[in-house]
């Protein structure tokens, strides 16, 4: 059964017909959404083949369709193209509908608790490979997206983190259940959500913090060139 390809369907489905809403008119802001998620799959596509090789994670030729890129399955491939375009999509859609920026007067102190307690995790458990990578990784993230924007989109960020754990939630259960993924135990905490590592929980935060940083920043650069004034 080809379980991880369905889960990319059912994944990328809803928010590309839901692109065209009128409210959210999603579609108009696939300029600045692709080469955002482009940056995703490269950073990640890299990452997921040095992981691989090491043995940190694999994959369970059962549920696969036995393509390969870069000695990665095609549907892991095709997950760093569905993932970040629904959540970005979940992103905007909340900005569409939810105007006021609910959850900015707490990003901040939210943005340094997370770092803070990220740095310490990862600083006690520098062995597993998973657990440090990723949670120094995100530290890292969110200094880049404070550095350009401070706590601009911070706020919104989150709110559309803890609404996209939903989907999250069930997509990774699947494949952590049965598994489709598999985890080497000697490289994360072991704390496990169900079946999904925790760790998966702050990759999911990083393959959304880093395509809604660039997204965010085209934006603003193509609003820039967009109401630019002539010089006569």
């Known amino acids: 059964m080809y379980i991880y390809l369905y889960l990319n369907i059912f994944t990328i489905t809803f928010p590309l017909l839901l692109s065209f809403d009128k409210k959210v008119a999603f579609y108009k802001s696939w300029p600045a959404l692709f080469p955002a ?39 892991e491939v095709l997950f760093f193209v569905t993932v970040p375009y629904a959540c970005v999509f979940i992103y905007a859609v909340l900005n569409a509908y939810i105007t006021k920026d609910i959850l900015r007067p707490y990003a901040k102190i939210i943005a340094v ?13 520098s062995g597993k490979l998973y657990t440090s990578v990723t949670f120094c990784s995100l530290v890292v993230m969110h200094l880049l997206h404070l550095r350009f924007f401070r706590d601009k989109f911070l706020g919104r960020f989150y709110l559309a983190y803890l609404v996209h754990l939903v989907p ?31 760790e998966d929980t702050m990759y999911s935060m990083l393959m959304l913090l880093l395509p809604i940083t660039v ?18």
């Open 168 to 198: 999250f939630l069930l997509v990774n259960g699947v494949l952590t259940y049965l598994p489709v993924v598999w985890y080497n135990n000697n490289y994360i905490l072991g704390l496990r959500i169900v079946s999904i590592p925790v």
């Open 37 to 75: 998620m482009l940056v995703n799959v490269l950073v990640f596509m890299a990452w997921d083949v040095l992981f691989t090789d090491l043995g940190i994670w694999g994959f369970n030729e059962e549920y696969l369709l036995g393509i390969t890129v870069f000695n990665l399955p095609l549907e």
């Open 113 to 125: 608790l997370l770092m803070l307690s990220l740095s310490c995790i990862a600083a006690f458990n």
């Open 215 to 232: 997204y965010e920043g085209l934006q603003q650069r193509f609003a820039l060139k967009q109401y630019k004034p002539l010089v006569v």
